[in-house]
């Protein structure tokens, strides 16, 4: 979620005819932990792992915001099989915990020949096969290896590994960027590129879908019982109509990019890699401004400055 940018009275950057505003994203912590997903071959590991992720874009409605890190060859996994990372983060450790444990339960567990690993082996341990081995209904044994323990669970293909603990460490979440652009085409091509060139970036993750938002937020609403709204400021529809507007006419289209990562740096560097994906393209691609929304720096200790990001500054 983000609200409208703050700018200031600096003097615009531009890059390849692309303006990049002077303001910042603004991001929050947030408890992180990473899973290891195998299986017989890729295509199942993913399967097991696009759904382990589903409905996980924002930790306003979903209880977690998780989506695929990176895939796994097989002579780095822990099984000697091909993999898929995720990455899940939420507001709290117990809220995640609780995420994981229901997600590996009910999309993970019943994938055909799969199995779930610790993707972070430092921090606060919290259940990942330590309470889905009952499933086994007492058929279930496990083995310590190398300090670890993993519980292996009869199914009907075989059996089901899952180590008994992950870990949870501190994260960071809401890291964002805004594209501006002349028509919902340019948008979405340049928000391609984007994502593509962040999802390189290891450490982090674009939960929403393709990576991209289109309903951008600001904090509360008219209505008392929402606690966020469509950023007005950013809708062109409402450019004539709305009390204020960051658009000028030639925007006819804005597409948000959410990024959470496992550190500042993380989250950082893909914001970067971001803004470079889009600048290379030029504006004659289409998209002529990049933005970034915050809440005044009040809410977030972590802000984001696009103008440092380019290299007028100091970075994270």
């Known amino acids: ?54 409905f996980a874009t924002s930790v306003i409605a979903c209880g977690c915001e998780a989506a695929i890190e ?60 330590k309470n889905l081995r009952f499933f086994g209904d007492g058929w279930q044994i496990s083995k310590l290896i190398d300090g670890a323990r993993y519980w292996r669970v009869p199914v009907m293909d075989g059996e089901f590994v899952a180590q008994e603990t992950t870990c949870v460490i501190k994260g960071v979440g809401g890291g964002n960027l805004l594209l501006l652009a ?30 991209v938002v289109r309903s951008g937020s600001k904090v509360g609403s008219k209505y008392a019982a929402l606690p966020a709204s469509t950023n007005d400021a950013f809708c062109p529809t409402l450019a004539g109509l709305a009390a204020r507007t960051a658009l000028t006419d030639e925007t006819r289209c804005v597409l948000e990019i959410v990024v959470d990562g496992i550190s500042e740096a993380d989250v950082a560097n893909a914001m970067r890699a971001g803004i470079e994906a889009v600048t290379a393209r030029g504006a004659r691609a289409g998209v002529t401004r990049i933005s970034a929304g915050n809440y005044g720096g009040k809410l977030g200790p972590f802000h984001f400055h696009l103008h440092r990001l380019c290299g007028n500054g100091d970075t994270p």
Not at 26 to 49: G, Q
Not at 95 to 120: D, M
Not at 193 to 210: D, H, L, Q, S, T
């Open 1 to 54: 979620m983000s609200a409208s940018a703050s700018t200031t009275e600096n003097p615009p950057l531009t890059i390849n005819g692309v303006t990049i505003d002077d303001t910042f994203a603004e991001a929050f912590p947030m408890k992180a932990t990473r899973l290891v997903i195998t299986a017989r071959n890729l295509t199942w590991a993913r399967h097991a792992a696009v759904a382990a992720t589903g």
């Open 70 to 129: 990176r895939e796994i060859e097989p002579d780095a996994s822990p099984d000697g099989r091909p993999g898929i990372a995720v990455l899940l983060f939420s507001m709290s450790g117990k809220e995640l915990a609780k995420q994981v444990e229901r997600r590996v339960g009910q999309c993970v567990l019943t994938c055909p020949t799969s199995a779930v690993y610790a993707g972070i082996t430092e921090g606060e341990a919290i259940a990942l096969g």
């Open 182 to 211: 002349r028509d919902p085409d340019a948008a979405l091509a340049g928000a391609e590129a984007a994502v593509e060139a962040m999802r390189r970036v290891p450490g982090v993750i674009m939960p929403f879908p393709g990576g």
